[in-house]
């Protein structure tokens, strides 16, 4: 009976996932024709006016007996009206009294175990380590490191941290599975995430573990400019880019009666705490079942946020401090180039999952 549901839960996104896909497709099509369409006419326009005048038809009548605009419009109507019956379908959609509503769990049990995915983070790690440590909740912090060559792994032990040595350059999203696979072993209630690059504050968890008994992950957002440290590494791209990939995963899981069943905007932030029993549901969707190989690559965090929203749990953004980096990037997304290629991967594994 599990592996029945199984089946058809994965069908289903499998099915949606070719819908988007299809959706989006057929949206930047449309979009291309019709921008098209309209400067092809505005230059024909502009280099022959004074031949339009004087023509039989004016230039209304010409687009009035235009067969390429009717068939334009027709298009647009085809794909509005088919957005509108989407909407109207997905009225009732995770509208589920005891699954999506507000429902108080009570959560008293605070104590958390950090993980922390570091690469070459020397300048960066001692602070953050003892940050959270001074944090009254937190009782264990797991730095997985990516095989720094630097002295990451040293400051970290020094500063307190159970340290996991990968033998090689694993990738991000694999320190990050096994960090989280880690974290289950230890005696604690709540598992939480950070960058290992000195961006966000202990503090902030005073406002994010509250919404664990509405919520079974909280997740934060450095969309904010009050709260974001000028001279950040996220640029005018970046901030954009996050909010407009936010967008289209609350368009994945939209509810009509409440535009979503979820509120995010930003799809890059690592920072973020989940109940530990909620993290135990989904911790095997993060590895092949077959080879047992970890998934997710560059887009972890969309992976794991996507992830909490198909297995029907609660998810709820709250805004953190976002701090000036210590220390380079190592995978240099502050570069447009490589900010666009990261979103591309992001909006391909949102359109697709």
Not at 137 to 163: F, P, R
Request: aromatic content about 12%.
């Amino acid at each position: 009976l599990i592996n029945s549901d199984l089946f058809i839960v994965n069908y289903f996104f499998i099915s949606m996932g070719i819908f988007y896909i299809g959706a989006a497709i057929s949206f930047i099509i449309l979009v291309i024709v019709n921008l098209a369409w309209i400067i092809v006419n505005l230059v024909f326009w502009a280099s022959n006016g004074l031949q339009a005048l004087l023509a039989d038809q004016n230039f209304f009548e010409s687009l009035y007996y235009s067969i390429y605009l009717r068939w334009i419009i027709l298009a647009d109507i085809i794909w509005i009206s088919s957005v509108i019956l989407f909407a109207i379908k997905r009225k009732n959609y995770r509208t589920d009294h005891d699954g999506f509503y507000f429902k108080k769990n009570p959560f008293n049990a605070k104590s958390i175990c950090l993980v922390i995915p570091t690469y070459n983070e020397e300048l960066a790690i001692g602070k953050l380590v003892s940050d959270f440590f001074n944090y009254k909740n937190v009782k264990q912090i797991i730095v997985v490191d990516n095989d720094s060559s630097d002295k990451t792994v040293e400051i970290a032990k020094k500063a307190g941290a159970n340290v996991i040595k990968n033998k090689m350059n694993m990738g991000f999203a694999y320190s990050c599975v096994v960090g989280l696979q880690e974290s289950l072993n230890h005696d604690v209630e709540i598992i939480g995430m950070v960058e290992g690059d000195g961006t966000c504050i202990a503090n902030d968890l005073d406002k994010m573990v509250p919404y664990l008994e509405d919520a079974d992950m909280v997740v934060g957002t450095r969309a904010l400019q009050v709260l974001s440290e000028k001279g950040n590494q996220l640029g005018m791209l970046h901030n954009w880019g996050n909010y407009i990939l936010a967008k289209l995963i609350q368009i994945k899981f939209f509810s009509l009666l409440h535009i979503g069943s979820v509120q995010l905007t930003d799809v890059g932030c690592l920072y973020r705490i989940i109940r530990k029993d909620s993290l135990a549901k989904i911790i095997s969707t993060f590895t092949d079942p077959k080879t047992s190989n970890i998934i997710p690559g560059n887009e972890f965090t969309v992976f794991m946020t996507i992830g909490v929203l198909k297995n029907n749990l609660k998810l709820i953004e709250v805004p953190v401090t976002f701090k000036k980096r210590i220390g380079k990037s190592k995978i240099q997304s502050q570069k447009k180039l490589k900010a666009i290629k990261l979103g591309f991967i992001f909006l391909w594994y949102i359109l697709k999952s």
